[in-house]
């Protein structure tokens, strides 16, 4: 029954996408499965689409739902415009959800990278942004160096939680703490190491996912889930082509940016010591 109102509904809709006749898209709402289907079968163009709107609606629970809280406007005429938007938004969903799948698939089978990175940091308090420059290292699944070598050398190594700093500028001992006791660091840290590792489990855990395709290029924003997290980072944005993350952009609670600009080293590179 489902699957018979899901055809009737796509194929008048069909008609009138493939037509833009909306009287006649009206008449065949009215009429039963069997004389839609018989007329869009001797269409065509119409059949193609009502055939991948039909799909689409019998396998989206959540269009469903939104169907039946619109049904008013359905009882107005109004159906196939609803039906229409919500299953190319759907469709478009759908199609970068497995886009992302794939993205994150590529990102995990490759288990070591190496990168020069440039950092800028933009802040109110200052008229022009902080630079420095160095290199990174991943080795999956949670081990991350970086090394900062200009203005003075530095270096900052993560492997799970443990995190520590040593600077060797100032000639201390180098520093311990926990990931968890520095919230900016770790949504941070735990977005580069879940994107690099593919583990998209754990990115949808930790983050609200905004990805955005576009051919080889692709754009994906992060929003922290908890709210404590956000008023510290307030979203990553990470663009890239293929499997290689090209620039990382950080906004903070405080509306700061901090700007990372990303080149791949080959994999045989070892960073800098």
Same mark, same amino acid.
């Given at each position: ?52 709107? +039909? &799909? /689409? %609606?019998?396998? #989206? *629970? ?5 169907? $039946?809280?619109?049904?008013? @406007? ?92 040593? +600077? &060797? /500028? %100032?000639?201390? #001992? *180098? ?5 968890? $006791?520095?919230?900016?660091? @770790? ?87």
């Amino acid at each position: 029954m489902a699957a018979r109102w899901a055809f009737g509904t796509a194929a008048a809709c069909a008609l009138l996408l493939a037509h833009g006749s909306p009287a006649r898209a009206a008449e065949h709402e009215a009429a039963s499965p069997e004389a839609v289907e018989a007329e869009v079968s001797h269409d065509e163009r119409a059949l193609e689409i009502a055939r991948r709107m +039909a &799909d /689409a %609606l019998a396998g #989206a *629970p959540a269009l469903r739902l939104t169907m $039946d809280i619109a049904w008013d @406007a359905v009882q107005r005429g109004a159906r196939c415009v609803l039906l229409a938007a919500a299953l190319l938004a759907a469709t478009a969903a759908s199609a970068n959800g497995q886009d992302l799948t794939r993205l994150l698939a590529e990102f995990g089978s490759q288990r070591e990278r190496h990168a020069r990175f440039v950092e800028r940091r933009f802040s109110a308090l200052s008229k022009s942004p902080l630079q420095s420059s160095g290199t990174l290292t991943f080795r999956a699944p949670d081990f991350l160096h970086k090394v900062t070598l200009a203005p003075q050398r530095e270096s900052v190594q993560i492997e799970g939680q443990r995190v520590t700093v040593r +600077a &060797d /500028a %100032l000639g201390t #001992a *180098p520093q311990t703490f926990n990931l968890s $006791d520095a919230p900016p660091l @770790a949504a941070l840290i735990d977005s580069l190491r879940a994107t690099l590792s593919g583990d998209l489990a754990a990115l949808r855990r930790n983050f609200e996912i905004d990805y955005a395709p576009g051919g080889k290029e692709w754009r994906m924003t992060l929003t922290p889930r908890e709210r404590a997290v956000r008023e510290a980072v307030a979203k990553i944005d990470l663009r890239g082509a293929g499997p290689d993350i090209a620039t990382i952009e950080i906004v903070d609670g405080a509306g700061d940016l901090t700007l990372l600009a990303l080149t791949p080293l080959p994999a045989k590179r070892t960073s800098a010591q």
